[in-house]
């Protein structure tokens, strides 16, 4: 049996299923991505206010192994914040489809003479951009802290 074919009850139930889906992804991702910002401000606060409190110079190789591994730190974060965006555009735009298929944008069908959703959600899937702008702080928790590393 195509999916067509299938009575409408079942259609409906599996749009909400996919719904459910998408939205407990899209949470997941949201999640991840914060979880990810806050892990990094914390190590590299922590690894600054260390270095500041050291008693005596650092070697310079300590400096430049420092220095690669912030630079390494912070570029794994941009990628991994990239991709995620991406998948969260891809997740808002897939519950946005859900949405009008189950009728939230069309007049009459939840509430008499309007809409459940208004037309401006369908942008949902362009916003949220500040997860990923929100990690600009970890960029700049790094130059603090490479900062803080040279100047000891």
Same mark, same amino acid.
């Given at each position: ?11 409906? @139930?599996?749009?909400? @299923? ?11 991702? @949201? ?87 208004? @037309? ?33």
């Amino acid at each position: 049996m195509k999916p067509l074919d299938l009575p409408d009850q079942q259609k409906a @139930e599996i749009l909400r @299923e996919a719904y459910r889906k998408h939205a407990a992804e899209l949470l997941a991702l @949201e999640d991840a991505q914060q979880k990810l910002t806050v892990l990094l401000l914390a190590i590299l606060g922590a690894g600054g206010s260390f270095i500041a409190g050291v008693r005596g110079p650092v070697s310079h190789g300590t400096r430049w192994g420092l220095t690669v591994l912030v630079v390494a730190t912070v570029s794994i974060g941009l990628i991994y914040t990239f991709f995620r965006n991406r998948a969260r555009a891809a997740t808002r735009a897939l519950l946005v489809r859900c949405e009008e298929a189950l009728g939230f944008q069309q007049v009459d069908v939840y509430i008499p003479s309007e809409t459940l959703y208004a @037309e401006e959600l369908k942008k949902y899937p362009s916003r949220g951009k500040w997860l990923g702008l929100i990690y600009a702080l970890v960029p700049a928790a790094g130059i603090g802290f490479l900062i803080v590393l040279w100047t000891i």
